[in-house]
């Protein structure tokens, strides 16, 4: 069933890429179904599609308000809602097919959960942002802890090789067994494990150079590039062709690297953004070249399309609101095969969203098979 998607796929976004042509997107409107057994989401602060073009999103029920989760409530309050499992699996239609998390024994469950990952192998992995988060976790598809990597408890520093300091996110290289951990909410780096073991191999900071934890200036669009990650570093993404993509996103710029840490190039995306910089997240677009960079960016709250090999803005949709379409801090963006796109927000917005890509000759091919 993967190989037929992959290979799918493959003709889709591959002709698209051929005809130098920008991808295009519609929202749909009627994606995800609403949750089984009177359950809402809170903040939605993960995405992530796994080999079968399945959907996960990790979201936080804490964050839901008492009006929210009134039915949950002793005595309750209304008749609705009670808070969904932190981990939901969604299918292409937006059913929910699987849903679990939440502390148990052997690990600690994140203070605040901050995104998640699915590997090739099919393990899913969760990030936490919480004040003494300092972990991630492996789990198989159904929630069996598998590893942590790090602990919980007070924050330590850039150089500490035994904890993290609240990540972000992740991504896995399954052929080197490696996993790359955008190291976060404190520290100032990207750090990476052998992803069987937990063992470190080697970190990062801006540039490639030793990450520090130095108090530098806040970022301004006038000063000269920082010398350091801010923070938080966001995400971490791997191209086939062996690149490291950083988002460092207060300073809004992405850093590329090789993947021994070895840095490569920058570029600057909407470089004058001052809320909460712009680079929040990015995925690569699922042609064989990866032609393009998917941006999602939680202070302007739309979406961009860049060229992957010089960081040009070539597209763009969404805006701040709430409407369909629309984005109140969009956190996170995952693409499956097909180059549909699927976003998560935060803050008060708490809902994922599909955006379907359009364009006549991938319509055509679609329609042939």
Request: glycine residues 10%; proline residues 6%.
């Amino acid at each position: 069933m993967r190989r037929w998607i992959a290979a799918a796929a493959l003709v889709l976004v591959a002709s698209l890429a051929q005809a130098a042509e920008t991808p295009s997107y519609q929202v749909d409107a009627a994606w995800p179904k609403s949750l089984p057994n009177n359950w809402l989401m809170g903040q939605a602060a993960g995405v992530a599609v796994d080999g079968d073009d399945h959907v996960w999103v990790l979201q936080r029920p804490r964050t839901l308000t008492d009006d929210e989760r009134a039915a949950a409530l002793d005595p309750p309050r209304s008749k609705c809602c009670r808070p969904a499992p932190p981990v939901l699996e969604f299918d292409q239609s937006g059913t929910l097919l699987r849903s679990w998390g939440g502390p148990g024994e052997g690990y600690n469950w994140p203070q605040n959960e901050h995104g998640i990952h699915i590997d090739g192998k099919g393990f899913v992995w969760i990030a936490g942002n919480g004040e003494n988060d300092g972990h991630v976790l492996k789990f198989t598809r159904d929630g069996k802890f598998v590893l942590q990597i790090g602990r919980s408890g007070p924050q330590t520093n850039s150089t500490d090789t035994a904890r993290l300091g609240r990540p972000a996110n992740m991504t896995v290289d399954v052929a080197a067994s490696e996993i790359y951990i955008a190291d976060g909410y404190f520290n100032h780096r990207i750090i990476v494990f052998d992803s069987e073991t937990g063992a470190f191999k080697r970190m990062w900071g801006a540039y490639g150079r030793p990450p520090t934890d130095l108090r530098l200036p806040a970022f301004s669009p006038d000063a000269p590039p920082s010398p350091q990650f801010g923070n938080p570093v966001h995400c971490v993404r791997l191209s086939r062709d062996g690149l490291v993509y950083v988002c460092d996103r207060i300073n809004n710029r992405v850093q590329v690297f090789q993947r021994d840490g070895t840095f490569v190039r920058e570029f600057f995306v909407e470089r004058r953004t001052l809320a909460n910089g712009s680079v929040w997240d990015l995925e690569l677009f699922p042609d064989a070249n990866e032609t393009f960079l998917i941006n999602a960016d939680g202070a302007n709250n739309e979406v961009r399309i860049l060229e992957r090999s010089s960081g040009t803005v070539v597209g763009a949709f969404g805006r701040s609101g709430r409407n369909a379409g629309e984005f109140h801090w969009i956190h996170n963006v995952a693409l499956d095969s097909r180059g549909n796109i699927f976003t998560t927000e935060v803050d008060n917005a708490k809902r994922a969203q599909r955006f379907l890509l359009r364009g006549d000759m991938v319509l055509r091919r679609r329609a042939a098979q």
